[in-house]
């Protein structure tokens, strides 16, 4: 079938799919989810892909056969993967862990490797060929959590997509499990890693008040939210008005931004924090909002590592253990404050994240259930992908040329809210941050003429060492 992008056609020729059930038998049972799991917004499919050279040293081996019959062993296990998502008591969601299984698609495409750019960053052309939508597959409940489809290329390489329903897992969950597919592909006997479900450790404590009280972001929900967005000039957005473009970070570029910062927030700020801040300021300047826009910046934090083993989440766990506490400024304090104003707000809101933050949290999700999610016109969220390491997984081919996020953005229905951080590599081969970035076009003008700038800064940078950033922990 020809895909129907508008970007360079080919053809993928896709197998019916089928359902890889676990090798060995696994209990039958009801498994409850999360407060985390169960949140609205995470009621979603996501997809990733991995992109694959040929590598002689496998011998010719096909990798869909390689993969297929991993992931049957892994599904042991991992066998509420093998199940089904059901509503129950009205509104809480379980896993029936039934074994029915996980869909797999194997399919051959008439192009190589190089037809999907270099360096590979997404959009990539024909991605509804790539992650075949299998028809009644997508729907949340009592459908597949996973969907699998390795693609063979005509150079010998491959592409593996994996669609998940969020609620079962996040990217560090879902790395763990196909990390678990991966060793057993390369000859383990058993996952390093064993699975640990204790979904239990981030309900919600039922009270009415929770411990910590998220007082600036409350403040800023509670008021008149349609009238801001009716003015706002991102919620108005045409989305044939918008522009996609992607901007790299390599060291000279993260350098030239720290060299901004005062001493203790160089020492401080990750690199994380620094990208980060620096978006988030000349987002806003190219977006000349209101001067009293509240505008906010919701940084997606992991609470694996967080605390001791005896308080934190354990080794292993793999549903949703993430949170995105907000840094909030308005537009005017944001524009006209050094870089180190938005750094420093970046910094302070993502460390406020413990288990305390987390049962915080999951109070808050409780009290709120039923609700829909408000987006305010002046939030933008950020996600350091590569804290998922999905630029890791090695299945026997080597680590992949791209791991990560099938789309450039996160919502795609609202494209300008979401974006990712992605290990990349600029044209000269040097390893950084890709930031892929959408906006309407005069916005867009005015934030490459920021980049510009730092290009500019970045070219007096001489780099006698590669700069040691913050210790790091599991989150961000």
Known sequence: MACSSTAPKFTVRRRPAVLVAPAAPTPRELKRLSVFDEQYNLRVQISNLFFYRRNESMGGKD???????????????YYPFAGRLREHNGWKLVVDCTGEGVLFVEADADVGL??????????????????????????????????????????????????????????????????????????????SVLPVWKRELLDGRNQQQPALVHDKLDEVLGKDIDAKASSSIMLSLDHAALR??????????????????PPHLQKRATKFDTIAGWIWKFRTVALAPDTNEVMMLGVV??????????????????????????????????????????VE???????????????SAADLIVMRRGQSPLF?????????????????LDFGWGKPVYGGAAEAVGVPSIPWLTSFLLASKNANGEDGIMVPMCLPGPAMDRLVEEMSKLLRLS??????????????????
């Open 244 to 261: 996609l473009r992607s901007f790299f970070f390599g060291p000279r570029e993260i350098a030239a931004i720290r060299a901004q910062l």
């Open 459 to 476: 070219a007096d940078v001489t780099l006698h060492q590669p700069h040691v950033f913050p210790a790091k922990r599991s989150a961000l």
């Open 114 to 191: 190089e037809h999907f750019g270099d360096p590979l960053v997404p959009p990539f052309p024909c991605l509804e060929e790539l992650i075949f939508d299998v028809p009644g597959s997508s729907a949340i409940l009592n459908s597949p959590f996973l969907l699998f489809q390795v693609t063979r290329l005509s150079c010998g390489g491959f592409i593996l997509a994996v669609r998940v329903n969020h609620t079962m897992a996040d990217a560090q969950g879902v790395t763990q499990f196909l990390g678990a597919v991966a060793e057993l592909v390369r000859g383990a006997q058993a996952p």
């Open 376 to 392: 305010p016109a002046g939030m933008f969220a950020l996600s350091d992908a590569t804290r998922a390491r999905f630029d890791d």
């Open 301 to 342: 934090v992991n609470a694996r590592g967080r605390n001791t083993a005896s308080d934190g989440i354990p080794i292993g766990y793999y549903g949703n253990a993430f949170v995105v506490p907000v840094a909030i400024s308005t537009a005017r304090e944001l524009c006209t404050n050094p870089l180190s104003y938005a």
């Open 345 to 359: 707000l970046v910094n302070k809101a993502k460390n406020q994240v413990d288990m305390e933050y987390m049962r």
């Open 63 to 77: 990798p869909a056969h390689v993969i297929r019959e991993a992931l049957a062993k892994a599904l042991v296990p």
